[in-house]
Nanobody, 116 residues
Framework: QLQLVESGGGLVQPGGSLRLSCAAS????????IGWFRQAPGKEREGISC????????YYADSVKGRFTISRDGGTNMVYLQMNSLKPDDTAVYYC?????????WGQGTQVTVSS
């Protein structure tokens, strides 16, 4: 079964950190563009970071630049999103995505809540 499964979400205080994980099964992430998206209540889903696995080049949305870091482990077929200096505006459901040509896989999402 081809799927992505996120984990690592939770409740964190402002200024805190979380690391999200995304496990790919049924396919290898090599050559895919992998990304993290988020959707806050009442808002559209937005792309916040992506990585091209062919050369590990990365992109970050202005809203997370300097605070979030995307990475991957080719050996374990995992993708990570390290989130530091979290703000209440970062509260959302976070989704992992992998795309290659016509293949487009999404995880089920993991909730991140930033609140004191």
């Amino acid at each position: 079964q081809l799927q992505l499964v996120e984990s690592g979400g939770g409740l964190v205080q402002p200024g805190g950190s979380l690391r999200l994980s995304c496990a790919a099964s049924g396919f290898r992430l090599d050559y895919y563009v992998i990304g993290w998206f988020r959707q806050a209540p009442g808002k559209e889903r937005e792309g916040i970071s992506c990585m091209t696995t062919s050369d590990d080049s990365t992109y970050y949305a202005d809203s997370v630049k300097g605070r979030f870091t995307i990475s991957r482990d080719g050996g374990t077929n995992m993708v990570y999103l390290q989130m530091n200096s979290l703000k209440p505006d970062d509260t959302a459901v976070y989704y992992c995505n992998a795309r290659l040509l016509s293949r487009d896989y999404w995880g089920q999402g993991t909730q991140v809540t930033v609140s004191s």
